[in-house]
């Protein structure tokens, strides 16, 4: 049972390029989310997901993507990356009440 | 929308015990969830209240007023590894996804 997992685990990009972040749950969890988090800061929800097929978004979706194909599969896309996309990038999935954490991408756009 | 406010540092002594307050508003409640997160790494789940009242789980406790907008975290006999950071954070509905956190107390432990 690997929980939540999120690759890659460090990310450099340049401005104005676009990659997808990946995550996994293997919970059966129905609940996901992506959340950010910069320096001194809490975490800030992007996007989130009640199910396949249902996505919803969080306070701060813009430039940002997701689908949500599979119960297993939350992907965020950054459609071109700018520097105040710089974060640490948090998935979760919940079993409603707890929010279980992967270990985080480490992003960094110059 | 939704806001929470909750101190940004805390100092306390090894074997002390320390409150971390949060207030809320937010346009429609579902329950209040503490977090704790160690430098680096990713935020784990400490409790939940739901209801108004304490929630105790070993040295942690967790209270809600819904009535206030207002919970604390309580964390007795403190050890060195409880320095971290603590959010608490907001489910506004009844979508276990949509959690809206505070911007955290940094606790720090002293011998």
């Known amino acids: ?12 990009l340049k401005t104005g390029q676009s990659m997808t972040l990946q995550c996994a749950q293997d919970m059966n969890h129905e609940y996901m989310s992506w959340y950010r988090q910069d320096p001194g800061m809490g975490l800030r929800l ?14 701060v979706p813009n430039g940002y993507n997701v ?4 119960t297993e599969d939350f992907p965020l896309r950054l459609l071109s990356a700018a520097p105040s996309q710089t974060s640490v990038y ?21 | 929308g939704q806001s929470l406010e909750q101190p940004s540092e805390v100092t306390a002594v090894e074997g002390a015990i320390v409150q971390i307050n949060c207030t809320y508003q937010t346009s429609g409640f579902y329950g ?9 790494g990713a935020p784990t789940f400490l ?28 964390l007795q006999e403190l ?8 959010f608490c954070a907001v489910m506004d509905s009844n979508q276990g996804g949509k959690l809206i956190f505070g911007q955290g107390t940094e606790l720090s432990v002293k011998p």
Request: aromatic share 14%; proline share 2%.
């Open chain 2, 79 to 86: 050890q060195m590894k409880d320095s971290a950071s603590y």
């Open chain 1, 67 to 70: 689908s949500r194909s599979t």
């Open chain 2, 47 to 74: 409790s939940y209240n739901g209801l108004d009242g304490l929630e105790e789980t070993g040295r942690f406790s967790s209270f809600l007023s819904r009535s206030d907008s207002y919970g604390y975290l309580l």
């Open chain 2, 32 to 40: 209040l969830s503490w977090y704790q997160q160690h430098d680096g």
């Open chain 1, 90 to 110: 948090f998935c979760a999935s919940s079993s409603m009440y707890e929010q279980y954490f992967g270990p985080g991408t480490r992003l960094t756009v110059t």
């Open chain 1, 1 to 12: 049972n690997a929980g939540v997992t999120q690759t890659p685990k460090f990310q450099v």
């Open chain 1, 46 to 59: 992007i996007h989130y997901s009640v199910g396949a097929g249902i996505t919803d978004q969080g306070e």
